[in-house]
């Protein structure tokens, strides 16, 4: 019960931050075309109540990228473009530490990767 109860309040708290926001979205939330492709933000789950928030543009992942733990804590954060990884992707322990960040270029190939030990902190 704990579990869902933290799931439904980070859900909750995503919610009151993105209405409250300066621009009004009429976006649909896990919203399926009539060709069944995925379009705008999705948000699901896993089974240890893991929050995974994606954005799709004709079924294809393409924008902004967060995933949290259980706890409501950011587990990673990065970007999509034509359904690869690109830019900077940060991941996070369950306590908050950053952990690891993986670079990408424009065509999602991974240029470097940097480790962090949360104990030099």
């Known amino acids: 019960m704990k579990i869902k109860v933290q799931k ?3 859900l909750l708290i995503f ?3 993105t209405s409250s926001s300066c621009r ?10 009539n060709d069944g492709a ?5 948000i699901t789950t896993d089974t240890i109540a893991n929050i995974y928030i994606t954005k799709y543009q004709n079924g ?11 706890n409501g804590k950011i587990k990673s ?18 306590n908050g530490f950053l952990y690891k960040e993986l670079k990408f270029d ?8 940097s480790l ?3 104990i030099d902190l």
Do not use: C, M, T
């Open 38 to 42: 995925k379009q705008g933000l999705w």
């Open 116 to 118: 962090y030990d949360p």
């Open 15 to 17: 919610l009151v931050f």
């Open 77 to 94: 954060i990065g970007k999509y473009k034509d359904d690869k990884r690109i830019g900077v992707w940060k991941f996070y322990f369950d």
């Open 24 to 33: 009004i979205y009429s976006h649909k939330i896990n919203y399926l075309k």
């Open 8 to 10: 439904y309040y980070v």
């Open 60 to 70: 294809v992942r393409d924008g902004k990228f967060k995933a949290f733990h259980s």
């Open 106 to 113: 424009k065509k999602g190939e991974q240029k470097s990767i």
